[in-house]
T-cell receptor
Framework: GAVVSQHPSWVICKSGTSVKIECRSLDFQATTMFWYRQFPKQSLMLMATSNEGSKATYEQGVEKDKFLINHASLTLSTLTVTSAHPEDSSFYIC???????????????FGPGTRLTVL | ELKVEQNPLFLSMQEGKNYTIYCNYSTTSDRLYWYRQDPGKSLESLFVLLSNGAVKQEGRLMASLDTKARLSTLHITAAVHDLSATYFCAVVRRGGGNKLVFGAGTILRVKS
């Protein structure tokens, strides 16, 4: 139980285009989802937190108009990188927490990540 | 502001040797995680430590938590090549959604 998937696993796009990444909780209800970014050989940096049905909360320094987050259901959150530029190339990882096997849990379950390359 | 520091950042060790990775954090927290990350992959959860004095072991890895010293250790016993990976500790930041703050990671290379 507690499986999180991401789609796509990798994407290459041209500069100036927008890219949408999906994060799904497959077998539990995710009341909260988190989006992280990881540059090569660096740690994970939290970008934003989203609660189902409400607006995302962005960490300091993260542009909310550039990284659009939608958490419209208890199993799906999306991150859209708008007008992507080469410096947005990174590994994007989502995580989810919520009700697992009937219990509310504080543990975050991580997706497999999406590698974005902007040319 | 919660800061999490890991050391060493890079560790090269021979198979069969023991070593310890340290994770210090700056403000009170009651939950600490250890994760493993292989190249190009996401995080694999290793341990969650919930209370002072907690010790957990899985195979050649053992993690402990001292909440008074704000210190966790990940001890590797008789390292094998398969343990080569990057190891992260992460601490829950209380308030404002219980978010995780990650350490910089320790790159472990076990040489045959």
């Amino acid at each position: 139980g507690a499986v999180v998937s991401q789609h796509p696993s990798w994407v290459i796009c041209k500069s100036g285009t927008s890219v949408k990444i999906e994060c799904r909780s497959l077998d539990f209800q995710a009341t909260t989802m988190f989006w992280y970014r990881q540059f090569p050989k660096q740690s994970l940096m939290l970008m934003a937190t989203s609660n189902e049905g409400s607006k995302a909360t962005y960490e300091q320094g993260v542009e909310k108009d550039k990284f659009l987050i939608n958490h419209a259901s208890l199993t799906l959150s999306t991150l859209t990188v708008t007008s992507a530029h080469p410096e947005d190339s990174s590994f994007y990882i989502c995580s989810a927490r919520g009700v697992v096997r009937g219990h509310n849990t504080d543990t975050q379950y991580f997706g497999p990540g999406t590698r974005l390359t902007v040319l | 502001e919660l800061k999490v520091e890991q050391n060493p950042l890079f560790l090269s060790m021979q198979e069969g040797k023991n070593y310890t990775i340290y994770c210090n954090y700056s403000t009170t927290s009651d939950r600490l995680y250890w994760y493993r990350q292989d190249p190009g992959k996401s995080l694999e959860s290793l341990f969650v430590l919930l209370s002072n004095g907690a010790v957990k072991q899985e195979g050649r890895l053992m993690a402990s938590l001292d909440t008074k010293a704000r210190l966790s250790t990940l001890h590797i016993t008789a390292a094998v090549h398969d343990l080569s990976a990057t190891y992260f500790c992460a601490v829950v930041r209380r308030g404002g959604g219980n978010k995780l703050v990650f350490g910089a990671g320790t790159i472990l290379r076990v040489k045959s």
